[in-house]
Nanobody, 123 residues
Framework: QVQLVESGGGKVQAGDSLRLSCAASGRTFSSYVMGWFRQGPGKEREFVAAISWSGSATAYADSVKGRFTISRDNAKNTVYLQMNSLKPEDTAVYFC????????????????WGQGTQVTVSS
């Protein structure tokens, strides 16, 4: 069993930055691929980014590539999402999740989920 708790969301202006954190419980954090997803108002949940067990490999949605950076600290059981140059269309609830599948982009391959943290970007 893994418990995930996201933090770092908030209300910002377009062009600002935020860093989200996701703290995981359990001893097996380093054995999981970690992913970030988001769900905007009236939209389906979508893939944002994923990172491999060691952190050596990453994957991003085209909509965030070059603006967002995913990273992890296995010693702290934490995964991060650095979000720069935020846009109003980035407004969403952001979720972190665990997977045993290599850098998978499908939410159906993720088994444990956090409760989400709200990010609101105004123009």
């Amino acid at each position: 069993q893994v418990q995930l708790v996201e933090s770092g969301g908030g209300k910002v202006q377009a062009g600002d930055s935020l860093r989200l954190s996701c703290a995981a419980s359990g001893r097996t954090f380093s054995s999981y691929v970690m992913g970030w997803f988001r769900q905007g108002p009236g939209k389906e949940r979508e893939f944002v980014a994923a990172i491999s067990w060691s952190g050596s490999a990453t994957a991003y949605a085209d909509s965030v590539k070059g603006r967002f950076t995913i990273s992890r600290d296995n010693a702290k059981n934490t995964v991060y999402l650095q979000m720069n140059s935020l846009k109003p269309e980035d407004t969403a609830v952001y979720f972190c999740a665990t997977s045993t599948r290599w850098l998978t982009r499908s939410q159906y391959n993720y088994n444990y989920w956090g409760q989400g943290t709200q990010v609101t970007v105004s123009s």
